[in-house]
């Protein structure tokens, strides 16, 4: 069971090691419901918009998916420089 690294009300944001890599990565899960259809579309959009760029500037999008509740979750590269704790909030 992993903790939560960062809590948000639209997000949580976990620390968790890919399999394929061993790398540590990002999960960010976005919190809204699937029924929120509008700001559903609207995070898909970035998501893939996301997943498309390649920049030094920008933490790298990995993968992205769905919760079988259907929230939204991206798989980020992991900065080590990345605030933790309440700190962070």
């Given amino acids: 069971m992993f903790q939560p690294e960062h809590i948000e009300i639209l997000k949580i944001v976990f620390q968790a090691i890919d399999r394929k890599t061993s790398q540590d990565v990002a999960v960010k899960i976005i919190n809204i419901s699937p029924s929120e259809e509008a700001l559903l579309k609207r995070i898909e959009r970035e998501i893939k918009i996301l997943t498309s760029l390649s920049h030094p500037h920008v933490v790298g999008c990995i993968g992205a998916g769905s919760l079988p509740d259907g929230r939204p979750y991206l798989v ?8 933790q704790g309440p700190a962070a909030r």
Avoid: D, G, S
Wanted: hydrophobic share 60%; proline share 12%.
């Fill in 76 to 83: 980020l590269e992991w900065l080590a420089t990345m605030p």
